[in-house]
């Protein structure tokens, strides 16, 4: 019985190491696009000028 209750914390702890490797991961995607989105925005002024 202790053994599948280690097995189960075991699982749990990965399941929560991946949600948080995908919240950063997701993190840095947005942070990109937002950084991408103002150079377009930047571009798209120079070019109505």
Known sequence: MEDRIDRLATHVDGFMKLHETLDI??????????RIEERLSRVEAAQAS
């Not at 991961?25 to 937002?34: F, G, H, L, S, T």
Request: charged share 40%.
């Open 25 to 34: 991961e997701m993190r840095v995607i947005k942070a990109q696009m937002d």
